[in-house]
Every structure is written in C-alpha cells, then in structure tokens.
C-alpha cells in the first residue's frame, strides 16, 4: 500500500478573492521583488518564496492569520504554502496564480497603486 502525503488545499482565484475579503484570510504574494512591483493583487503582502526558503517569518500583517498564498502560475505558491503549513501556518494556495487571478478579471495594481501587469 502507497501513502500520499496529501498538501494543502488549492482554491480558485474567486475563492481566494471571498477568503481575503470575506473571512479575514492575508493574500500573501511569493513572488520575487520586480514581480511584485510589477503588479499584484491589491491588499496583498508580499513574502519572496526566497526569504521563506531561507528561513524568513512572515510579515506582521500575515502571523498568526489563514493564509492564501499566490505567485505567477502556482508552482511556488504551492511549495510556499507547504512549508507555511509544516510551520503550523493554516495555508492553501490559488491554483493558476496571478496569471488566473487576472484571467478572470480580479484587480492587478503595481507599486504605485496604479494598473499594474504580470511580470
């Protein structure tokens, strides 16, 4: 008999949007600093998959809340979002990631505040 370690949930871009707007849960980007300012959800807190990787806590804003974890396409998110939950952190991850959040027409807003792009 095989086991499968089964990882954290995936949610859609509507649901991640009904999560952090509805429920209180931190939208937390993983993406790299030149994505991020490229463009990313408004109301997200930034957290590079590279800082976690190496050992970073999450910002302020993002301890001891649910956490939906987003990057470009999903891949990282969902790494990211297994090491948050081998931390203790209740994490899932938007499957498609910001290329699916703004395929469905969800807000994209760069470091100025101004219509941001996917980098």
């Known amino acids: 008999m095989f086991l499968f370690r089964r990882g954290p949930a995936r949610v859609t871009p509507a649901d991640a949007r009904r999560r952090t707007h509805g429920e209180g ?15 990313h959800a408004p ?7 590279s800082a976690l990787l190496a050992g970073s806590g999450l910002p302020p804003a ?3 809340r649910s ?4 990057c470009r396409s999903g891949h990282r998110s969902r790494q990211a979002a297994r090491i ?6 209740q994490a899932v991850d938007v499957k ?3 290329n699916a959040w703004s395929a469905v027409g969800l807000p994209v807003v760069d ?6 792009s996917i980098a």
Request: hydrophobic share 45%; aromatic share 2%; glycine share 20%.
């Open 84 to 89: 948050l939950t081998e931390r203790g952190a």
């Open 111 to 116: 470091g100025h505040g101004s219509s941001g």
């Open 62 to 64: 993002a301890q001891g």
């Open 25 to 39: 849960a931190v939208l937390l980007d993983v993406r790299e600093r030149a994505e991020w300012t490229a463009g």
């Open 43 to 49: 109301g997200a807190v930034h957290a590079p998959l």
């Open 67 to 70: 956490l939906v974890v987003i």
């Open 96 to 98: 498609g990631g910001m």
